[in-house]
């Protein structure tokens, strides 16, 4: 019992100097329970549903109206009008909308002649979340058309509502690939990368390195772009098992794959870079796992990669903006669910690139040639 309680006091001491660890401890049950509270089961609100109105008569406008109390009302959409069909919907392909109504140009006159009038939703059905909760609503606005009130008196007739899907159905296992791509790289980027340079730290291997002339902007390049090969190595396995299993359509097609490949490069880059940036400083072996769990939580839920971001409270809305796994997991979305090309990714590329060069960037000053 006494060798045995002097291995448990020796733990106990080697804890208790670590205080960073101890609040790291707590802080992530709270941070977990907040984030994962939040992220599941808000109302998803401020979508962007682009309208095209090819009627002018009464009863188009009174949808226009209907529209406009919905964005001022529950805010679950607010509207953005186009008077080119086909400029809406590229923007719809492209992701800078979540979908469009269009009032064809004989409505007013079928709505009034009782003769089946029609308005048309077409959603970007490959978010089930948003396209569910675009239709509900915009099936209320018509319910509320169809019923006669002091202001609509003189406008009869009933509309109907018709919901067009842009892409083929879209299982739940489709729609969190992109997010688990992203999550093995930064896995690949915690084991390979911060939790390895720590230890070599802690082993004393990192000694070696400061006596040597490399320069330290050399030293930090050839941390992160061996860290980048590993993760890479990674994603790529998994976007390729996680194709298969979940059953993207044409998942072998050469320029898919090649989008593909370039996105995971970014994104191992940038979360690499990133891990650096954080562990730069830190000599501690233990401090990284309980940041790697916060981190985790931090940067995989806000992302939207298992629920739509608007559906997020405004702080945690300002964490996705900043957030690298943000861009990645749109990107992949783009890629995998509507085999998009690079211009609908060009922005979330980008911020991908910039980031990668300001993390490496403070990276290379925060970095010490002394022990």
Known sequence: MQRTWAIIERELRRFRRSPMLIVMSMIFPV???????????????????????QDSGVPSVRVRELAGAVTAG????????????????QDLRDGRI???????????????????????????????????????????????????????????????????????????????????????????????????????????????????????FELI???????????????????????????????FSALRLLRLFVVIVITAFALISMMFLIMVRVTDPLLPRAIFGVLNTLLYFPSGAVYPQQGFPPWMQAIAVVDPFTYSVHAFKCLLLKNTGFGAISGDLLYLLVFSAVAMSAATLLFRRTL
Not at 31 to 53: D, E, I, T
Request: net charge negative.
């Open 31 to 53: 941070v977990q329970l907040v984030v994962l509270g939040y992220a599941f089961g808000g109302n998803v609100k401020h979508l962007k549903l682009g309208v095209v109105n």
């Open 74 to 89: 529950a805010r679950t959409f607010d509207t953005i009008e186009y008077g080119d069909e086909g400029v809406a919907l």
């Open 98 to 216: 979540n979908g469009v109504l269009t009032i064809p140009p004989d409505f007013s006159r079928r709505v009034l002649a009782h003769n089946q009038p029609k308005i048309a939703l077409i959603e970007d059905n490959t978010d089930s979340f948003v396209s569910a909760s675009l239709a509900g609503t915009v099936a209320g606005l018509v319910g509320a058309f169809n019923m006669p009130d002091a202001t609509t008196v003189r406008v009869t007739g009933e509309a109907k509502l018709d919901v067009v899907e842009v892409y083929p159905y879209v299982p739940y296992v489709q729609y969190l690939l992109p997010g688990s791509i992203v999550m093995s790289i930064f896995m690949m980027v915690m084991i390979g990368g911060g939790i390895i340079f720590i230890d070599d730290k802690a082993r004393g291997l990192h000694e070696g390195y400061l006596v040597t002339p490399i320069k330290k």
């Open 221 to 251: 390049a050839g941390f992160n772009i061996s860290g980048t090969i590993k993760a890479v190595l990674s994603g790529s396995v998994l976007m390729i098992i996680g194709s298969l299993i979940a059953g993207i359509p044409d998942p």
